[in-house]
């Protein structure tokens, strides 16, 4: 086997409308690592109210693949395709999984007062707390420490509760 095919990089797979649990189980059969970004909810019923684990981002499974394992994920029963950007199959760094897994993981924060502008549209990076190093663009600000983050890599806003104080923003190249 080739370096080329040894290596592995995330990707994002689209899968059939509701089925991301079943394409992770898929996954975790062909023991292909995978990650399945989950979030509870409460679900309320007529009769009754219940938390539900549900995907992050509906319709989407990251994988960490390697080439000779990118044709056998597509085989699946529930993989529709890959998330394309630019043509190909779209990469997804490392420590954009690791964000993701970390902000999972995020609770309360304390909060605090920053002098720094933030505006839709500018680039920003998280510089403290579990989701430090994830950059993205900011898309809205809903009061002082809830802000939506659009990552462009995957084509996904989210809305996080942040301190202003944990972003920082990214200075924009001259052309």
């Known amino acids: 086997m080739t370096d080329k095919q040894a290596h592995k990089q995330w990707h994002v797979v689209y899968t059939r409308s509701r089925a991301e649990k079943k394409v992770l189980r898929e996954l975790h059969d ?5 990650f399945l970004p989950m979030q509870k909810q409460l679900r309320q019923w007529k009769d ?18 390697s080439r000779k394992e990118y044709d056998q994920v597509l085989q699946l029963s529930n993989v529709v395709q890959y998330l394309r950007f630019e043509r190909k199959a779209a990469i997804i760094s490392e420590q954009e999984i690791e964000a993701l897994q970390t902000m999972l993981h995020q609770f309360d924060f304390e909060v605090a007062i920053t002098m720094e502008n933030f505006e839709p549209g500018k680039r920003v990076e998280v510089i403290k707390g579990p989701m430090v190093g994830l950059k993205g663009e900011l898309v809205e600000m809903r009061g002082k420490n809830k802000f939506a983050l659009r990552l462009e890599q995957i084509e996904t806003s989210f809305l ?11 200075p924009e190249l001259k052309k």
Do not use: Q
């Open 30 to 34: 062909c023991k292909i690592e995978c």
């Open 48 to 65: 009754r109210k219940k938390w539900v684990e549900m995907p992050l981002i509906p319709g989407y499974c990251f994988v960490n693949i």
């Open 160 to 170: 996080v509760e942040i301190p202003a104080h944990y972003l920082s923003a990214v």
